[in-house]
């Protein structure tokens, strides 16, 4: 596992970019929030407020993450302020943080901004949990975000805007969802308002103190998964990353107790480490995130043995909560969205073909490359959904054999494609064998029947 981390594909360098650049600008607004003389509260929240920024905001342009980081703080604030003013009336506040949920992960129907700002909503709710914060601290809390925002997008936008040297990645569009409850937004909304109320009553039974944290791991769960096999899936993953980091927080965070130099060192190689890992390894990433919150509460004094019993019980309790939510309520199965995107990278092999077909041809218009770059999505979104069909744990010996040969027919196809479009771009070192246009056509023939194999999960 750690070896794929630190040998998996980084084309361009980008993951290391993401990274580096994501230390430099949470670095830049937690310093910004110290010069302003604000509290520590106040540099925690900025630093999430700059994480946030950094991480979720995954718009195709340039133009549109700026828009995005803009509206942050326009979604932020108002859900800030209604934490605090609820924190004295737990009924009311647990209420509104069940409707956050729900309407954090509805927003996902408009795409990457409706995402990015769903998130930060409640995590801005979340860190208002995390900090006790009330009426009064709002002015301080306010200038912390407002002020980390705006130095996460000068080092975005000005200081370190790789993106404008790359061409915009080819986004694909999400299967058909229908209307209503057919919709999958919908569905994962209901699953997961349901599986965070669940959390939330069972995690204020372990702690009155840090229930929040089974509502942030039910949360966290249902982020990017569409199925319940992927939830099921993401759902183990995060526990054993919260388990593995406990174990390294015993030797690393509980000795250093909140020593302000090694505390800062290590939390900056944590966020690398959340934003390097996240593209590869959920585990790796939620070791991670669990020893930057260890460092975290040593830096505010309360970091012991026990309170890390209790945040491995809450994640446990969230873990369950999303479990139940997507086995239970509207499922939604891993059959319908693989064969959805199984299909989808299908068409898109058979227009990639036909592009450089047509680019062969000597069609001025014809643009294989923009084509082959959304297949690389595809595949990558294929590979996602079928993921808990070829878990080591799934028990269902035929179902895993058979999504691993449609797993590994798409890679024959993609390969096949990407050698066409090299020759019809001019890099290939020679013509088309007689024949070799056919072949993907034939593994093309043979990945629908493999498609439906695999069955609901």
Known sequence: MLKRVFTAPDPGRTRLRFAARAVLGIGLAVVVCGLAGHSLAGVVTGGLAALLALFTVTD??????????????????PVLAA????????????????????????????GPRGHSLGVFAFMTFFVAQFLHATTDRLPELYASVLLSVLAAAAVRFGLWCYE????????????????????????????????????????QLVSGQRWYWAVGATWWIFVNTTSRGETLVRGFRRVLGTVLGIGLGLVVALPVQGAPVPTAVLAALCVFGIFYTAAVSYTWMMLCVTLLAELLYGLLGVLDPGLLAVRLAETAVGALGAALAVLFVLPVTTHAVTDAWIRRALRCVHAC????????????????????????????????????????????????????????LLDDC????????????GR??????????????????RVPVASGAPGPA
């Open 83 to 110: 934490a605090a003013g609820l924190h004295d009336h737990p009924v009311a506040r647990d209420l509104v943080f069940l409707a956050v949920v729900g309407a954090g992960v509805y927003a996902r129907r408009w």
């Open 164 to 203: 404008r040297r790359l061409p915009p990645p080819a986004v694909p569009a999400p299967p058909p969802g229908g209307t209503g409850l057919a919709r999958v937004t919908t569905r994962q909304a209901v699953q997961a308002t349901a599986g965070a109320g669940f959390a939330l009553v069972v995690g």
């Open 414 to 425: 993609a390969r096949e494609i990407r050698g066409l479009v090299e020759i019809a771009e």
């Open 60 to 77: 195709a342009t340039v133009r549109g993450q700026a828009v995005t980081t803009a509206l942050l703080p326009a979604v932020g604030l």
């Open 428 to 445: 290939g070192a020679a013509a088309p064998e007689e024949g070799q246009g056919r072949t993907g056509g034939r593994r093309h023939d």
């Open 353 to 408: 073909a036909a592009e450089a077909a047509a680019r062969l041809a000597g069609s001025p218009t014809a643009d294989p490359v923009t084509r082959l770059a959304e297949l690389e999505q595809l595949l990558g979104r294929v590979r996602l959904s079928v993921a808990p069909l070829v878990h080591p744990l799934n028990p269902m010996r035929e179902r895993k054999r058979r999504a691993r040969r449609v797993l590994a």
